[in-house]
């Protein structure tokens, strides 16, 4: 089965800093990667996703994310965050579950990130 | 297109007891999907029902239980409710196997 790791629990920014939250993921096989953002009081939301072709993908509100194969890593950047980006962000993959001839979407633990005005 | 819809959006349970919360999926979507999501664990597959078929289930106990209608519709269910089980239960939708999944805004459910 996979697995995602995140690997910053909670992650404080002064606006206009740069964002960099990783996301490593355990899967020999084909994936689609996703990154999901919760706004507070907010149901989750797509931010972005990548199923095949150009490894930077754009997502919404100037998120975009790298996708390299080799290191099993799916990174989300932001070259300046502002107060709004508040919110929690989760990683999340989807792959082929060969028992169940189905494809299950694994979510990591998510990051939080907060941002000082 | 209307979205997710869940219902209810709070619920208090004693231990013991049990509950069900109730999905509408985006329509045209025959796919649903429950997670339960907590502070500490983030979010945890329960299962996924495709045409009234259970497809795919996590780890968790058989207390917790889920069906789909033929409208699509799903319900979830749990028994004997636990102090552990106090979560925020997600449903979600998607037109097919790997396209994202669109949540709803959940049910929080508290066992007291």
């Known amino acids: 089965a996979q697995s995602v790791s995140q690997h910053n629990h909670h992650v404080i920014l002064s606006e206009a800093a740069s964002l960099e939250l990783g996301c490593n993921y355990s899967?020999?096989?084909?994936?689609?990667l996703f990154w999901y953002v919760q706004y507070p009081g907010q149901h989750l939301q797509l931010l972005l996703k990548?199923?095949?072709?150009?490894?930077l993908v754009k997502g919404i509100k100037g998120f975009e994310a790298e996708f390299i194969k080799s290191k099993f890593s799916f990174n989300l950047r932001k070259p300046s965050v502002q107060w709004s980006d508040t919110a929690e962000y989760f990683c999340a993959v989807n792959a082929l579950e060969s028992g169940a001839g189905s494809y299950q979407l694994t979510f990591g633990k998510g990051t939080k990130l907060s941002v000082i005005p | 297109k209307a979205g997710v819809t869940q219902t209810p959006r709070y619920l208090i349970k004693t231990r013991g007891q049990q509950v069900t919360l109730s999905c509408s999926p985006i329509?045209?979507?025959?796919?649903v999907s429950w997670y339960q999501q907590t502070p500490g664990q983030g979010l945890q597959f329960l299962f996924e029902?495709?045409?009234?078929?259970?497809?795919n289930k996590g780890n968790f106990p058989g207390r917790f239980s889920g069906r789909q209608f033929s409208n699509s519709r799903s319900e979830m269910n749990v028994s004997t409710l636990e102090l552990g089980d106090s979560a925020l239960y997600l449903c979600a939708s998607r037109a097919f196997g790997n396209s994202p999944l669109h949540f709803g805004n959940g049910t929080r459910l508290t066992v007291t």
């Open positions: 329509s045209g979507h025959r796919s």
């Open positions: 990548y199923f095949s072709g150009d490894p």
């Open positions: 899967y020999g096989g084909t994936v689609n």
């Open positions: 029902y495709f045409s009234e078929t259970q497809r």
